[in-house]
């Protein structure tokens, strides 16, 4: 029979806390879902790198990368469909291969949103010094960037301490906005025809800069980049209403939102340089293309309003990414597998506040260390790729865990288990985010320093994990034994009618 109450494992330590549960909407958990994928900060800052393999076949590369969240979206749904759980990854891959397993998922899926929140307000900095720079004060110093990136911290803890409808509404709001910028400029690009006029010859392998379909396997990376997160409303499984209606919705709203949007965005900027090699060319060299195309053709007021829309953007996408690694940080508290102190909630609002706190820490020295002594604070640009390069890997690792748990996990429950859904959709996903993985790794010839350490500083980050966890194996295993076990909801009728055989469920 489900439950709104928490599932405590016998022996769960004392002193840990709970989140408000029920306090979110359907809408809240789609407006998390959909904030996380920063639509208009991924338009108008991400599509630059897969343009420098994929060219102005780069809408190709998205559409693909849309086909493997979607798969995903699949397996996640199937998912918070059976269990509701702060933990997400971290509980669903520890109940379908093995507790360690499902740590280490947490552990990567963690520190992949972690790496998330500097480079996402180092964003917030960087674009809004450049913005200011250009348009108001001309002899503004480089480092000035962090100045604004220490105000956005002080702002995203204050909202993630305070209660999380307030985060979600903000999340919602903010959004809206932002999003709405960017498709008023499609419409107008659309309609306009951009240089080449309209056509499907973006949608073939004909306009890569590395060559047909190498360059939109290499290109793919950057358009699974800009997915990622799309699932994260999973997050929220404690904290909303009926979880096992609301998530599945958020997440299939969220993915089927993004592959339309970013599909269609990445068309107009194809058609706006024009369809051909010197189009291709300037895409990959132009990071803010999508407000140099409001310039052309639209005027100055549109590109200050799309870079405005970006900025906005990202912070939203910081704060979403910062409420997804704090409450998988909270439930490993929560569970003993990691301090207990990180499992704690405030009395009043029912926020993880220890663990909003060490995210924004870390995240801030993080972010000052490497934009200042690797780059000596001449850009915040090597904050925003860097992290995002590391991060990219370790959720994309943890997709692919997913997807190999999830069939596994149906085959293995549901008497109903379909060969399509359970079987070949989830390989559809494991072959999108392998390959993503692939291309991060090695995309035709290895990369500069820093991004040349982004596969080892993950490989280290697993090795570590391996290591603790096979430590706490051996001196706590009462404490590796109640991973996965604290859940919001879980069964009832309407998970038990998802694996009976389908006369039974009749």
């Known amino acids: 029979m489900a439950t709104s109450d928490a599932i405590s494992a016998p022996g769960a330590q004392e002193g840990t806390g709970e989140l408000r549960k029920g306090s979110l909407r359907t809408i809240d958990a789609v407006a998390m879902a959909i904030a996380v994928l920063s639509p208009a900060m991924a338009m108008a800052y991400n599509t630059s790198g897969s343009a420098a393999f994929s060219g102005t076949s780069t809408p190709l590369a998205f559409l693909i990368g849309g086909i493997g969240c979607l798969a995903l979206a699949f397996v996640v749904v199937g998912f918070t469909r059976r269990m509701a759980s702060a933990g997400y990854a971290y509980t669903y891959s520890s109940r379908t291969l093995g507790k360690r397993v499902g740590f280490l998922t947490g552990w990567m899926y963690f520190f992949g949103f972690f790496c998330f929140v500097p480079m996402t307000m180092s964003g917030v900095g960087g674009f809004t010094a450049n913005l200011i720079q250009t348009e108001v004060w001309h002899g503004m110093p480089n480092w000035f960037w962090f100045i604004i990136f220490l105000v956005g911290m002080s702002a995203l803890v ?221 850009s915040f640009s090597t904050n925003y790729f860097f992290f995002a390069s590391i991060g990219t890997i370790a959720v994309c690792l943890v997709y692919v865990v997913l997807c190999v748990g999830g069939s596994v996990y149906f085959r293995r429950l549901s008497q109903r288990y379909n060969p399509l859904i359970h079987g070949l959709i989830p390989v559809v996903g494991i072959a999108v985010f392998g390959l993503a993985v692939y291309g991060s790794v090695y995309g035709g010839a290895w990369p500069p320093l820093p991004y040349l350490i982004v596969a080892p500083v993950n490989l280290g980050w697993l090795l570590l994990g391996i290591a603790f966890v096979t430590y706490l194996s051996r001196t706590a295993p009462e404490k590796v034994g109640q991973i996965g076990s604290i859940l919001g909801e879980e069964g009832g009728e309407a998970a038990a009618i998802l694996d009976q055989p389908a006369a039974a469920a009749g």
């Open 158 to 378: 204050t909202l993630a301490y305070l209660d999380i409808r307030l985060s979600s509404k903000t999340l919602l709001w903010v959004g809206v906005v932002t999003v709405s910028v960017i498709v008023i400029l499609d419409i107008i690009l659309t309609a306009k025809g951009g240089k080449s006029g309209q056509t499907l010859q973006p949608f073939t392998f004909g306009h890569t800069l590395q060559g047909g379909f190498s360059g939109i396997f290499y290109g793919l990376i950057f358009g699974v980049t800009s997915f990622i997160g799309f699932e994260t409303a999973a997050v929220l499984g404690e904290e909303t209403k009926n979880p096992r209606r609301a998530i599945p919705i958020s997440v299939i709203v969220a993915v089927c939102f993004a592959i339309i949007f970013y599909v269609w965005t990445t068309y107009n900027i194809s058609i706006g340089v024009g369809v051909n090699k010197a189009g291709s060319e300037a895409w990959a060299s132009n990071p803010a293309i999508l407000a140099t195309l409001a310039k052309t053709f639209v005027g100055t007021p549109m590109m200050i309003i799309v870079d405005i829309a970006a900025i906005g953007s990202a912070f939203i996408v910081c704060l979403a990414c910062a409420t997804a690694a704090t409450r998988t940080l909270f439930a490993m508290g929560r569970e003993g597998v990691l301090p207990s102190w990180l499992g704690r909630t405030h009395p009043v609002h029912r926020t993880p506040t220890n663990a909003i706190l060490v995210i924004a820490a870390v995240a801030t020295v993080a972010a000052f260390l490497v934009g200042f002594f690797w780059d000596f604070g001449g």
